[in-house]
């Protein structure tokens, strides 16, 4: 019946909702909207006629009588107006004439994912986890299109200033509005009561200043692992214009502005060079704005008023997004008035394209195999994601794009197969599946978050980390879900075996328990925790506004992953919340050495800590290909161990990328042993180690060789090392693997064994990282290593040697 009431409050009600989504303040659009809901209620269409064209034309005649009342309450007021008054007020009367077609006409031109988003929110009336059950997405990833959806429509009616925000305004509650309606039945009283009630959100957009200047680029970090660079073969790329690409400082200043000013810019991770067009959504408890990134990739956010936000997406035609849960983002910005923060760096990575190919046991190719993207391990494209299911060709092969470590499924029949985007696939361009008999991975782990007080807490991100036993095993996806206003989350799509579940909430201690695929009515229960507070500052004692904060708690030599929380506040304050125990923090920054490990005893009334990243030095040199001597574009070079972790876009160990003739300069090394990790497309990577940092100091220039893959070759890991595998434990590092021929394996060394010195530093202190830093080396110099074994300790000395891996 399209003419209940029913029907009739549903329609009003989105069109209220949406209004009070877009603007916030008052204004006689709230009598407009009332007096469509009275004509609508008193006389309603006929039966057979649709409610929602018909409801639009009763507002536009409503409308069109206002204008007219409008236009002769002007024509009296006219005598005591000034002529520019007089000039704004009609203006003002026609932009308001003409914003109710401009949003219909904004919303069926909105983009999809968006429009579909809005119109079941708003029009439809649904909740986010009803459209998400319907869509087949995370209840996140609805979240940020609605958000996202909101923004464009902003976008699209506003010119250069919103006025519409004059006749599309929140429905207060106003009781002359309902005490003017004659109503003949109770229904029609309570559905003009229903339309007068509800608040508005201050839904609000800021716009970069009219000229953007460019922003010296820092870069922020990223995954400890040798990353292989993203440029298609052939892709033209320009060289890289900036001196140290990805590698500036962020600067504080004083500002003018009423709301402080955030200057950056986005950078290619694979070219250093800057990313023009990209979006940038910046989230706050009030809503998302989204700033655009220049020709050069420069970027500027100046709110209105302090306000703190989050980097919630980054957007830009041919990259992967950086998109992870809504809200759940962990790059923080801090503006305060009268304070600027230029030379941020963000990243994002091309989306190249990627061939992978399904086979059988005998690896001849598998057509019509069904392919999906199960997940990345940071989930990163949770929000906007690309293609995530493909079929294979006749060849068995499909294209497709995705992060780093994104794991794929193939099916056909009962036969399965997974793989991993790894280094190798990267380097190659091309990843395998092979299919086998194996059981369907239909396991859900389902529970409930709750505080203290056993009261669930809603939008917490929980992340199902498999526990891998068997490196050799199948690789499994990390499961990620957002829990309900009753606290519920679950986990999907897992195989039957042990997962990490990991909690993580704003203002509470990010919490960490085991569960089984399959398990049921799992409590996990969050507190807020130790809240430790502090500064990361220069040697001289200046903050720096821009850094990465790891934190991870230590057990013996083990080290295990906390947090990573990257922060812009021109103060260098942060803040955390973490359980009690003993923790490492640690901050990096871009163009500084990265801080020492700061030990804290996480209990109530912890001092403030004062965390100082130094200037470090600076190594030079050149990437060359070892056959041809000539350099190679666009490796990328990064400094091996210390603390890892980060988003993709702000990691906290970036490094940088050669340019067009192969050379480099890397600062910020910390003073110490270094090693580097080499990566390039096409060639086998590279650890090279053997250089000792000084505070200040420069090294090199050096020149290092890099072997470019056969056709067909997979890409080995070369390096000078003594050829061993190490893994923390309480008591120091355990071999876990020693490699043949290597320097360990000639001394003696084997599987099992118990190291807990490095030439005579503790390896409890040292950690892994620290250990291996100490083992790298040139070769034919010798480590020394003390060994654990019974009772007694004795000291192993191992050549360092020329490996593979």
């Not at 820092?218 to 400890?224: D, F, L, T, V």
């Amino acid at each position: 019946m399209a003419g209940h009431p029913d029907t009739i409050v549903r329609e009003l009600e989105g069109l209220r909702a949406l209004a009070r989504a877009l603007v916030s303040g008052a204004a006689d659009a709230e009598d407009l909207v009332q007096d469509t809901a009275v004509t609508a209620i008193v006389h309603p269409p006929e039966l057979d006629r649709p409610v929602r064209p018909w409801l639009a034309t009763v507002l536009r005649n409503r409308r069109r009588m206002d204008r007219r009342a409008e236009s002769r309450r002007h024509q009296r007021e006219l005598a005591a107006a000034t002529d520019e008054a007089t000039a704004a007020d009609a203006a003002e009367a026609l932009d308001r004439a003409r914003v109710l077609e401009r949003l219909s006409a904004a919303l069926v031109a909105l983009d999809e994912p968006y429009r579909t988003a809005i119109v079941r929110r708003y029009l439809d009336g649904d909740n986010a986890a009803t459209i998400a059950r319907a869509l087949d997405v995370p209840a996140g990833t609805v979240r940020w299109r609605i958000k996202t959806g909101l923004e464009r429509l902003r976008t699209a009616l506003d010119d250069t200033t919103p006025k519409w925000r004059r006749v599309l305004v929140p429905f207060l509650p106003l009781v002359k509005g309902a005490a003017a309606v004659k109503v003949k039945t109770q229904i029609a009283l309570w559905i003009v009561l229903l339309l007068c009630l509800g608040g508005g959100g201050a839904w609000f957009a800021w716009h970069q200043h009219a000229q953007v200047p460019a922003a010296k680029p820092i870069a922020a970090g990223s995954a400890a692992k040798l990353a292989m660079p993203r440029v298609p073969a052939g892709s033209g790329q320009q060289p890289v214009a900036d001196p140290l690409p990805g590698q500036g400082r962020a600067i504080a200043a004083d500002d003018p502005a009423p709301g402080g000013v955030l200057r950056g810019r986005v950078i290619n991770w694979s070219t250093g060079g800057g990313v023009a067009g990209a979006d940038l959504g910046f989230a706050t408890d009030s809503g998302i704005v989204t700033v655009h990134s220049q020709a050069d990739g420069a970027f500027e956010l100046a709110p209105p008023a302090p306000t703190t936000l989050t980097l919630a997406t980054i957007a830009a035609p041919g990259f992967l997004p950086y998109a992870p849960e809504y809200e759940h983002s962990s790059i923080r910005v801090v503006l305060a008035q009268g304070k600027s923060v230029s030379g941020l760096t963000v990243f994002l990575f091309p989306a190249l394209d990627y061939q992978g190919v399904v086979v059988d046991a005998t690896n001849q190719p598998v057509a019509g195999a069904k392919v999906r993207l199960l997940g990345t391990p940071q989930g990163e494209q949770q929000i906007d994601k690309l293609a995530t299911e493909w079929t294979s060709g006749g060849d068995g092969t499909f294209t497709f794009h995705a992060a780093d470590d994104a794991v794929f499924e193939a099916t056909k029949g009962t036969q399965r197969g997974w793989a991993r985007l790894t280094g190798d696939v990267q380097a190659t361009h091309v990843m395998k599946i092979q299919l086998a008999a194996a059981a369907a991975r239909v396991e859900t782990i389902s529970g409930r978050v709750v505080d203290e007080a056993d009261h669930p807490i809603a939008d917490v991100l929980i992340r199902g980390l498999p526990v891998e036993p068997d490196p050799k095993a199948s690789p499994r996806a990390t499961a990620f879900a957002t829990t309900g206003p009753d606290g519920t989350f679950v986990l999907d799509h897992l195989a039957k075996d042990t997962y990490e579940l990991f909690a993580e909430s704003d203002g509470r201690a990010n919490v960490r328990q085991r569960a089984e695929g399959g398990a049921q009515n799992v409590i996990v229960k969050m507190t807020s925790g130790v809240t430790i507070t502090g500064t990361v500052v220069t040697k001289a004692d200046d903050p720096v506004p821009a850094f990465t904060l790891t934190v991870q708690r230590r057990q013996g030599a083990q080290r295990g992953f906390e947090l990573a929380k990257s922060v812009v506040d021109a103060r260098g304050h942060f803040e955390i919340h973490v359980e009690p125990g003993s923790l490492e923090i640690s901050a990096a920054a871009t163009g500084w050495a990265p801080s020492d490990p700061v030990a804290v005893d996480a209990k109530p009334g912890v001092a403030p800590l004062k965390i100082v990243v130094s200037t470090g030095a600076t190594l030079s040199g050149s990437v060359v290909d070892a056959a041809t001597k000539q350099g190679v574009a666009y490796a990328r070079v990064m400094r091996e161990g210390g603390a890892s972790g980060g988003a993709s876009a702000s990691p906290a160990n970036a490094g940088t990328v050669t340019r067009a003739d192969g050379t480099f300069e890397l600062t910020g090394l910390p003073p110490g042993p270094v090693s580097i990790t080499i990566g390039a497309a096409d060639y086998n990577p590279k650890i090279q180690a053997g250089m000792t940092a000084e505070d200040g100091g420069s090294i090199g220039p050096i020149a290092i060789p890099i072997t470019k893959l056969a056709p067909g070759e997979q890409p080995t890991l070369e390096l000078v090392g003594i050829g061993v595998g190490l893994s923390a434990v309480d008591a120091g590092l355990s071999v876990t693997k020693v490699i043949p021929g290597g320097g360990a394996d000639a001394a003696g060394i084997v599987a099992g064994d118990l190291i807990v010195a490095v030439d005579g530093a503790s390896a409890i202190d040292l950690g892994v990282g620290g250990a291996v830093a100490r083992i790298r080396g040139q070769a034919g110099t010798t480590v020394t290593l003390t060994v654990k074994r019974g009772d007694k300790l004795v000291p192993v000395v191992c050549e360092r040697r020329p490996l593979k891996a």
